[in-house]
């Protein structure tokens, strides 16, 4: 219900730009499309939607463009089929977790 009424709380002001943080986390399957298509309707508006998600199949569902920060580190910037075209035959989940892994080898070098 606070996720509910923080997301109710942020729209009322009609914003330009949304942040929407784990958005979905911890609500029930209806709850959480309503969210989905809530986020859907801010694009579809023109809206600048910021979203933080680690639910990779909302993310392929909801993004236009991707960044992926591990470590405090930018290791990843870009469009989601650039990013889907990293993941041949992976999923992309299986894709998000090597690209951290390469970098976060990369980071302790």
Known sequence: MKQKVSIARTMIHDPSVVVFDEPTSGLDVITAHSI???????????????????????VDLLCDDLAIISKGNLIFNGTMENFRSKSSNQSLTETFIQIVKENSNQLVA
């Open 36 to 58: 989905i298509e809530l986020i859907k309707q801010c694009k579809q508006d023109g809206k600048t939607v910021i979203f933080s998600s680690h639910i990779m199949s909302e």
